[in-house]
């Protein structure tokens, strides 16, 4: 594999976070290759059958692709002022990198990215896209000076074009399986200071196709994040990782062309247009969404015309990365901590109305309109991602106690777990419980210790569906027997004088050993980003007062 970039691919592995701070770039090296765009061109319009009289030897190889654009709008003594920085698309070989910095009057921005190409230990290909929008913004007053608008978008595109001769199939068609293990973490922080709020619009989309003459093959996940009007921070990491399998179809004796592209596209919009009375839609502090996102091959599976996989298959490629042959699909592990529903509920002081909403629906998924499966699925992966996990309000899916007259509503709900799980979370779809307390213990009978008091949201006026609560538990605890002590219920109208509880499913996050803390796992294996995102919690945790804030350092 031959490169001419300044970074060129090496059989040295890229660690999975580690993000220096990267230089302005130099024209000279990382200027756009006129090529690229007619060659990219030329493929989409006549499929990859055309690189071969297009040119397959110089098409080979990787390339990388980035562009963004960036618009701040402001009140400067009350009249509209914009500043705004673009990049159209650069393109480089086996990387491309940009950072850019735009200042306003009250606000500051930059903009820091990276695609590339390279080879794992094994000479895999890994194809990555990382980066960040860093944003501070400020005014003196809200009618007169003032930011008003952000919106930044950017696109980082990682791509590998190879043909790979593929011997000891049998005649005629064939497929191959290409199965990566994509790996990804977004972090979003919106620091607001008291009394200030925004409108905020952010989202993160990643694609990974395969393309072989007129067909392909895609996945696509969107990493999205609460939006619309927040008055509080959002401080909040999601991790992405699954293995994806993208499929390419050859014909004995003929090479397998073949293009894998991999797409990052993070959209950063928010609004300070829209007043409401009592707020000030003023966002000083610290904030930023960044990302690092890469897809790495596993290997690949071969099957014959019959959708049988085929044994003593060799492979080699064009560009000179391995694509390692396996004998059976690879399964991924299981995520570190799984959503984990109790076995049985072994307790209810509270009661039941009725045999039709049986105490069993706040633990059989009944009313939920997303599955999953217990002690396997992620609990980060299930909650975080598309679509969203809602409850059904219809009476038939959830568990309702008796009726109470003697108010607050008052009882015990006692889950057993099957065995001894470290928990850090409590996933409720509740409806009318108000204030509650989780205790845990090793026995069903106690002794029970507490390890938290809450107050949940009434979502007695939710008609049709309605929304998760996650329960921050504040550390993990070892749990065989989780009790909810209700303290309290929200009634249907501020004048009756009765009211119930009403539960449709209850979840916890877990593992079978304890998980490391955030900062030694993330040391050890995310490499220099880890530093940066650490030290950046330090310091918010020793908040300094508003008006005298540090703004970070660059990305490590």
Do not use: C
Request: hydrophobic residues 40%; negative net charge.
């Amino acid at each position: 594999m031959t490169s001419t970039s300044t970074s060129t691919s090496t059989s040295t592995p890229i660690a999975r976070f580690a993000f220096r701070s990267i230089p302005p770039r130099a024209s000279a090296d990382l200027g756009p290759r006129p090529s690229a765009r007619w060659q990219r061109g030329l493929r989409l319009a006549l499929g990859l059958g055309g690189l071969l009289w297009a040119g397959a030897a110089w098409s080979i190889g990787p390339e990388t692709h980035l562009e963004f654009t960036l618009l701040h709008e402001e009140l400067i003594g009350g009249a509209p002022s914009a500043v705004s920085d673009a990049n159209s698309g650069e393109d480089g070989i086996d990387r491309v990198e940009d950072l850019v910095f735009l200042n306003g009057a009250h606000g500051t921005h930059r903009v820091d990215l990276v695609a590339e190409v390279a080879a794992q230990a094994n000479g895999a290909p890994v194809l990555r896209a990382l980066g960040e929008h860093e944003y501070h913004l400020t005014g003196t007053n809200r009618l007169t000076d003032v930011w008003t608008l952000v919106d930044g978008d950017q696109l980082l595109r990682s791509t590998l074009v190879d043909e790979l001769t593929v011997q000891g199939v049998p005649l005629g068609s064939y497929t191959v399986e290409f199965y990566w293990d994509l790996q990804g973490t977004d972090e979003v922080l919106i620091d607001l200071d008291p009394g200030n709020s925004v409108y905020a619009f952010i989202n993160t989309r990643v694609r990974l196709e395969a393309r072989s003459g007129l067909a392909s093959d895609a996945y696509e996940q969107n990493v999205p994040w609460p939006s619309g009007y927040r008055d509080i921070d959002l401080d909040q990491i999601k991790t992405l990782e699954e293995y994806v399998k993208v499929s390419a179809s050859g014909t004995s004796g003929q090479p397998l062309a073949v293009e894998t592209l991999f797409e990052v596209e993070p959209d950063t919009r928010l609004d300070n247009f829209v007043e409401l009375p009592g707020t000030a839609l003023r966002l000083d502090g610290d904030h930023s969404a960044r990302f690092d996102q890469s897809a790495e091959l596993i290997g690949i599976v071969v099957r014959d015309a019959t959708d049988t996989i085929l044994p003593g298959v060799t492979v080699s490629s064009a560009s000179g990365f391995e694509y390692p042959v396996l004998d059976e699909v690879p399964v991924a592990p299981l995520p570190l901590q799984t959503i984990l529903s109790p076995v049985a509920v072994v307790g209810n002081s509270m009661g039941t109305f009725s045999a039709s909403v049986p105490e069993i629906n706040m633990i059989n998924h009944s009313g939920l309109d997303k599955p999953f499966t217990s002690g396997f699925t992620g609990f980060d992966r299930y909650f975080d991602f598309s679509p969203t996990p809602f409850g059904q309000a219809n009476f038939a899916n959830n568990w309702q106690s008796l009726v109470q007259t003697t108010l607050p509503v008052t009882g015990t709900l006692d889950f057993d777990l099957g065995a001894t799980w470290w928990i850090d979370r409590l996933a409720i779809w509740n409806r009318s419980l108000e204030q509650i307390r989780v205790q845990i213990a090793s026995s069903p009978s106690g002794p029970w210790e507490e390890i938290g008091q809450y107050t949940l949201q009434n979502r007695l006026f939710y008609t049709f569906s309605y929304p998760v609560e996650i329960v921050d538990l504040g550390g993990e605890h070892a749990a065989r027997y989780v009790r909810i002590q209700v303290d309290s219920a929200y009634k249907a109208r501020s004048s009756d004088t009765f009211a119930y509880g009403n539960v449709g499913e209850v979840a916890f996050r877990g593992s079978l050993t304890p998980v490391p803390e955030p900062g030694v796992w993330a040391m050890a294996t995310a490499g220099l980003l880890a530093v940066g995102w650490i030290e950046r919690r330090q310091r918010r945790a020793k908040r300094l007062g508003a008006g005298n804030r540090r703004s970070r350092r660059p990305i490590d």
